[in-house]
């Protein structure tokens, strides 16, 4: 049976939970282990995908077509393990599930309550398709001792108790401040937010210390004693200088360790960390630099584009460059004494990203005519394929008034909304009214490419998955104007209908992506398309 580490955070967020639960998945991989790593989300939303990218940064799409929280991209591009469905729950979903089931009788008149119905749904949800794993790494979102987490920590102590012992341990990640007035590091907040932890029937086996400043002897024995833990359990965790050397750090600091004796497994072989080596010194020792200006609307948050961030970073250690990430606001160039060519001039790449709804839309087209007429390297990703098009019908295919049906109602919907396709499940359809939650064409899907096309090329190969997140789809009945205009649709739906990608053979570098390719790209194994995109800005910077 799989054994389970549950993963809490104390004291503030935003301490990294999601990047401790990632890069102790991968050490335990390094290890020999098969892991899972999955995400308990105390907010009432059902999902995140109706929730705004401001606030929650970006939503996280699985194979499986499961709109997920960001974390779960943490763990997929730490371990290399596919998230599903399964991996990432609400408390929204869990009394969704209750609820449902309350409605249909299915309780046969018992009263319904916190404990044990939701809790007993919560341990369901932890146990759930664990079997072939070693280990299943649960993070639990927010802080200790807010209200809404409380269902989720009640689970973990009864599972914690029916499980056994052996089977179980608890992380906490906490803070230990550094007070520049007394120039000392304060152990307090930690204390009070394990004994919050304690009060709650849970003993933390281990703690992660987040610090600004190394973690003197003295007050690792401090914590210890205070905290009930053993002194090789308190783990210091100092900022590290990339995500990617998180693993290595925390290695070094002895949580794989920690973990494996907290467990009272023997184990001493050493982890296999070569592939976090090399990714460290790709980065610490860059041969160039290219800057990528990414064209969008959410901007003020990088959370908003995690993934894409990442697959840049990633496109960078394939060709050994650093990659500096340019956020630029749509919005801004559409003023009409913006000065687009003197903002993008300076950019050896130009990517317009996914998003939804018809702000900054104008600047996005703008953006792809100066890298058609300039050749300057250009990546469009969903919507930024979109754009790519309407740019394309309306400057190359004399359709002046194309556009998008998401913008409004228009005569030449060069992208409409899809209202009947196929999935694995079988044909789907929507129209207009159906709900914004859970009505876009999500998850994995096969394309077809053009045997000699660029994109066939950078793949190797001609058929490929991607995973989707859309509602619109370019309308394939425009292809033929489209390709007049020297914007070849090189891949397609299986079945021919709906153009997955769009590319321009006579430019340098001009790709359109109606997935996200970014959401599959891993440190170790960069995303094809983002490599050689930054292959192509490498040029470029050469070239200017
Ligand atoms: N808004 C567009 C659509 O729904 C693009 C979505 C996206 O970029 N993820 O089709």
Same mark, same amino acid.
């Given at each position: 049976m799989a054994?389970f580490i549950?993963?809490?955070?104390?004291?503030?967020?935003?301490?990294?939970k999601? *990047?401790?639960?990632?890069?102790l998945?991968?050490?335990?991989?390094?290890r020999g282990y098969?892991?899972?790593?999955r995400?308990?989300?105390?907010?009432l939303?059902?999902d995140p995908?109706? $929730?705004?990218?401001?606030?929650?940064?970006?939503?996280?799409v699985t194979d499986d077509?499961?709109?997920t929280d960001?974390?779960?991209?943490?763990?997929?591009?730490f371990? %290399?393990?596919?998230?599903r469905?399964a991996d #990432?729950?609400?408390?929204?979903r869990?009394?969704?599930?209750?609820?449902q089931?309350?409605?249909?009788?299915?309780y046969?008149?018992?009263? !319904?309550?916190v404990?044990?119905h939701?809790t007993?749904?919560?341990k369901?949800?932890?146990l759930?398709?664990?079997?072939?794993?070693?280990?299943?790494?649960?993070?639990?979102?927010?802080?200790v001792g807010d209200?809404?987490s409380?269902p989720?920590?009640?689970?973990?102590?009864?599972?914690?108790?029916?499980?056994?012992?052996?089977q179980?341990?608890?992380? &906490?990640?906490?803070?230990?401040?550094y007070?520049?007035?007394?120039?000392?590091?304060?152990?307090?907040?930690?204390? &009070?937010?394990?004994?919050?932890?304690t009060?709650? %029937?849970i =003993?933390?086996?281990?703690?992660?210390?987040r610090?600004e @400043?190394p973690?003197?002897d003295?007050?690792r024995a401090k914590?210890?004693?205070f905290?009930?833990? /053993?002194?090789?359990?308190?783990?210091p965790?100092?900022?590290a200088?990339?995500i990617?050397?998180?693993?290595? =750090?925390? @290695?070094r600091?002895?949580?794989?360790?920690? !973990?494996?004796?907290?467990?009272?497994?023997?184990?001493?072989?050493?982890?296999d960390?070569?592939r976090?080596?090399d990714?460290m010194d790709r980065?610490?020792h860059?041969e160039g630099? +290219?800057?990528? %200006?990414?064209?969008?609307?959410?901007?003020?948050l990088?959370?908003?584009?995690?993934s894409?961030?990442?697959? *840049?970073? @990633?496109?960078?250690?394939?060709?050994r460059?650093k !990659?500096?990430?340019?956020?630029?606001?749509?919005?801004l160039?559409?003023?009409e004494?913006?000065?687009?060519?003197?903002k993008?001039?300076?950019?050896?790449?130009i *990517?317009?990203?996914?998003?939804?709804?018809v702000?900054?839309?104008?600047?996005?087209?703008?953006?792809?005519?100066?890298? /058609?007429?300039?050749?300057?390297?250009?990546?469009?990703?969903c919507?930024?394929?979109?754009?790519?098009?309407i740019?394309?019908?309306?400057n190359?295919?004399?359709?002046?008034?194309?556009?998008?049906?998401?913008?409004?109602e228009?005569?030449?919907?060069?992208v409409?909304?899809?209202?009947?396709w196929?999935?694995a499940e079988g044909?789907?359809?929507? #129209?207009v009214d159906?709900?914004?939650?859970?009505t876009?064409?999500?998850?994995?899907?096969?394309a077809?490419?053009?045997?000699?096309?660029?994109v066939?090329s950078?793949?190797?190969?001609?058929d490929?998955?991607?995973? @989707?997140? &859309?509602?619109y789809? !370019?309308n394939?009945a425009?292809r033929?104007?489209?390709e007049?205009?020297g914007? $070849?649709?090189? %891949?397609?739906?299986?079945?021919g209908?709906l153009?997955?990608?769009?590319?321009?053979?006579?430019?340098?570098?001009f790709?359109? +992506?109606q997935?996200?390719p970014?959401?599959?790209?891993?440190?170790?194994?960069? &995303?094809?398309?983002?490599?050689?995109?930054?292959?192509?800005a490498?040029?470029?910077?050469?070239l200017?």
């Amino acid at each position: 049976m799989a054994r389970f580490i549950f993963i809490t955070g104390g004291v503030v967020s935003s301490l990294g939970k999601g *990047l401790m639960a990632a890069s102790l998945g991968a050490l335990l991989q390094a290890r020999g282990y098969k892991v899972r790593t999955r995400k308990f989300d105390p907010y009432l939303n059902v999902d995140p995908g109706t $929730m705004s990218p401001y606030q929650h940064g970006e939503v996280y799409v699985t194979d499986d077509g499961a709109e997920t929280d960001l974390d779960l991209g943490h763990y997929e591009r730490f371990t %290399g393990v596919a998230s599903r469905q399964a991996d #990432n729950v609400t408390q929204g979903r869990i009394y969704q599930t209750i609820i449902q089931r309350e409605r249909r009788g299915d309780y046969l008149g018992a009263t !319904v309550q916190v404990i044990p119905h939701v809790t007993d749904e919560i341990k369901r949800f932890a146990l759930a398709e664990t079997d072939d794993v070693d280990f299943v790494l649960c993070e639990i979102g927010g802080t200790v001792g807010d209200i809404e987490s409380l269902p989720f920590m009640e689970a973990i102590r009864q599972l914690r108790n029916e499980l056994g012992h052996g089977q179980t341990v608890l992380v &906490h990640v906490t803070l230990v401040p550094y007070i520049a007035a007394a120039g000392e590091l304060k152990t307090k907040p930690t204390q &009070h937010s394990v004994r919050e932890l304690t009060s709650l %029937g849970i =003993q933390p086996d281990i703690l992660l210390c987040r610090t600004e @400043h190394p973690l003197p002897d003295s007050e690792r024995a401090k914590i210890a004693l205070f905290c009930n833990v /053993r002194k090789e359990a308190v783990i210091p965790a100092l900022d590290a200088s990339s995500i990617y050397a998180v693993p290595v =750090q925390y @290695h070094r600091e002895g949580l794989d360790q920690a !973990v494996l004796s907290a467990f009272g497994i023997e184990n001493s072989r050493e982890p296999d960390l070569t592939r976090w080596f090399d990714i460290m010194d790709r980065q610490a020792h860059p041969e160039g630099e +290219v800057t990528i %200006g990414v064209v969008g609307k959410y901007v003020g948050l990088p959370d908003a584009y995690k993934s894409l961030h990442e697959a *840049l970073v @990633h496109g960078g250690l394939a060709n050994r460059v650093k !990659v500096k990430v340019q956020w630029l606001d749509a919005e801004l160039f559409e003023a009409e004494d913006s000065d687009i060519a003197a903002k993008l001039e300076p950019m050896h790449g130009i *990517l317009v990203p996914g998003g939804f709804g018809v702000r900054g839309s104008e600047g996005k087209i703008a953006s792809v005519r100066f890298a /058609r007429e300039r050749g300057v390297p250009f990546f469009g990703i969903c919507l930024g394929m979109q754009m790519a098009c309407i740019e394309g019908a309306r400057n190359t295919a004399g359709i002046d008034h194309a556009s998008t049906t998401e913008f409004g109602e228009t005569s030449e919907p060069v992208v409409g909304l899809i209202t009947e396709w196929m999935s694995a499940e079988g044909l789907q359809t929507r #129209n207009v009214d159906t709900d914004l939650g859970g009505t876009m064409r999500l998850g994995a899907y096969p394309a077809k490419l053009s045997g000699n096309s660029v994109v066939a090329s950078i793949y190797g190969a001609e058929d490929i998955s991607e995973r @989707h997140r &859309h509602r619109y789809e !370019v309308n394939a009945a425009y292809r033929e104007p489209l390709e007049m205009g020297g914007l $070849m649709f090189s %891949g397609m739906s299986p079945d021919g209908t709906l153009p997955e990608i769009v590319e321009r053979p006579e430019h340098p570098w001009f790709i359109g +992506v109606q997935f996200h390719p970014e959401l599959k790209s891993k440190p170790f194994d960069p &995303h094809p398309l983002f490599a050689s995109f930054i292959a192509a800005a490498l040029k470029q910077s050469r070239l200017v």
